[in-house]
């Protein structure tokens, strides 16, 4: 794995940070004091945050399975998070080890990470981009040194776009994700996840005044706000639902007598 352009050598611990919150309620190590203290108080507010940051992961591997069977051979993944096996290039390129993955993450920490462990097959290739989400140019640009734009790539952002805005008062998430969309080739695959606060309402709204006062923005998205995202994409069944239910595994059909999770799923392909 190459080393990305301006990787960043500060972690700022002062502030939490989302994927380092994350790595704490999937019981990981790779967070410090500020981001365990943000994480605690959000579970005592939401008891449903570590199984729904389980439930999310368990997602991930299933939808980008379900386009490794399909025949995608190219991944970019926005948000990556902290390495947590198994990783998504692990999934797909046990189905096809020739499979090219793209991560993409805005935290140093991740980096580190990414650079130690985010090994691939010999076949394919694991490559690691230093960016935002909110800078397409810069990730697009990076990843097409590894990827072919020209032919279907898997796009997943998953648990990442209820940390977006919408204008007029802050990004214009709609419009970000339609530009990623639009240079992807027919046959390529959006796979999302996202907080939603129809399920959960109270305990939603006390979450997400936490994570705005810790100066992370916060946005749980109702189901039509969640599915806009997929507009002139092609959804796969069972379309949009609440992400235990999206295709799954024994282990999701066993979670689910834990209690709901408030988090919304779903993959579509572009035609």
């Known amino acids: ?19 380092r919150v994350y790595d704490w309620w999937l019981g990981g190590k790779d967070n410090y004091p500020v ?55 692990q999934v797909v390129q046990a189905v096809a080890p020739e499979s090219r993955v793209v991560y993409a993450d805005n935290d140093p920490i991740v980096l580190r990470h990414a650079q130690a ?15 935002d989400v909110r800078d397409p140019d810069t990730i697009l640009r990076l990843a097409g040194a590894s990827l072919d734009f ?4 898997a796009l997943s952002l998953v648990a990442l776009t209820h940390y977006l805005d919408e204008k007029p ?13 639009d240079v992807l080739a027919p046959g390529s695959y ?23 006062r810790s100066g992370t923005p916060f946005h749980p998205r109702s189901l039509a706000g969640f599915t806009r995202f997929f507009e002139g994409l092609e959804l796969l069944g069972p379309g949009v639902i609440p992400v235990y239910g999206w295709r799954p595994d024994a282990e999701d059909v066993a979670a689910q ?15």
């Open 150 to 153: 020209a032919r279907p790539v």
């Open 169 to 181: 008062d802050g990004d214009d998430v709609y419009g970000l994700l339609g530009g990623y969309v």
């Open 257 to 271: 007598a834990e209690g709901i999770v408030p988090v919304y799923a779903g993959v579509a392909r572009k035609p």
């Open 117 to 131: 462990l985010l090994r691939g097959t010999a076949e394919g290739s694991t490559e690691y981009v230093h960016a």
């Open 35 to 89: 981001d365990e203290e943000l994480a605690r108080r959000i579970l005592e507010v939401d008891g449903t945050v570590v199984r729904g940051a389980r439930a999310n992961r368990r997602f991930m591997h299933r939808a980008t399975r379900t386009a490794a069977e399909a025949g995608v051979r190219q991944f970019l993944d926005i948000g990556t998070g902290i390495p947590t096996e198994p990783n998504l290039h």
């Open 190 to 212: 959006l796979i999302l996840s996202q907080v939603t606060p129809d399920l959960s309402p109270e305990a939603m709204e006390k979450a997400a005044a936490l994570f705005r």
């Open 1 to 19: 794995m190459s080393a990305p352009e301006s990787a960043p050598t500060h972690v700022d611990t002062s502030r939490p940070h989302p994927a």
